[in-house]
């Protein structure tokens, strides 16, 4: 079978499961070996997908995984958005028996497109072309329990291991600010489990926000004016399932509550 024959048929398996809300048992196919395979999968399930994606997640790659994939970064993309005032109290879904993380991050909302080009953007092109920076939370989701386990060329496979964005409120005078002041704690059914700040972000949000423009340039996309760009946790990774409540304040930015519920 070709890798073209390949990607198509792991990515009908994977927008199949997601449309149903039904979990996958096990990952349908030879998993792609390298970074390029799993971006190829993305694309056929961006064709299949209908829609173009609100925004994109950037997650970074274990450190001991960077150097044999040749990437210290990888994205997905995110079709479900919520936006929400500060304090507010939202419901996003998950396929029950499928993988569900919740993450707090900072959100960019691109002001001015970054276009594909041959030289890598800087953080000051990144920084002039973002309108606001917002407080906000990824839902990292599958069908699949075991995808994050697999690595990060199975979580690229699948839409990036992406299940939907909160769009909190906008962080105020976030040029002026140093990132150690956007903080972030987190708690799970009202346990502690981590708290941070845009600090803990590798590079910055900017470096995040730099390396995605990179990519979508690569894939002939860039990254445009209008688009959401979730830019790495900040707390941790916190596996979560419908009927849990996960909450993060953001200081000064007020607080989220999110409730986890099944698709």
Known sequence: ??????AALIAAVFV????EARALPDYPGALPATLDEAYAVQEAELRLSGSAPRGWKVAMVKPELRRVLGAERIAGPAFHVVEAAADAHV??????????AFEAEFIAVMAKDLPPRT????ADEVKAAVGNLHVGVEIAGSPLASLNDLGPTA????????AGLVLGPAVPNWR????????????????????????NVPGSPLAAIAFLAD??????????AGELVSTGMTTGIHLVKPGVRAIVDFGDCGRLTVDIVAT
């Open 16 to 19: 199949a499961a997601r449309r």
């Open 91 to 100: 419901a996003m879904p998950v396929v029950a028996g499928g993988f569900a």
């Open 176 to 199: 002026e600010r140093s990132w150690e002041s956007m903080t972030s704690a987190t708690t799970i059914d009202g346990a502690a489990v981590g708290q941070g700040s845009a600090a």
């Open 155 to 162: 979580v690229v496979s699948d839409f990036g291991n992406n």
């Open 215 to 224: 990519h979508l340039g690569r894939c002939g996309r860039g990254l445009k």
């Open 1 to 6: 079978m070709s890798e073209q024959s390949s």
């Open 119 to 122: 030289a890598p953007y800087t």
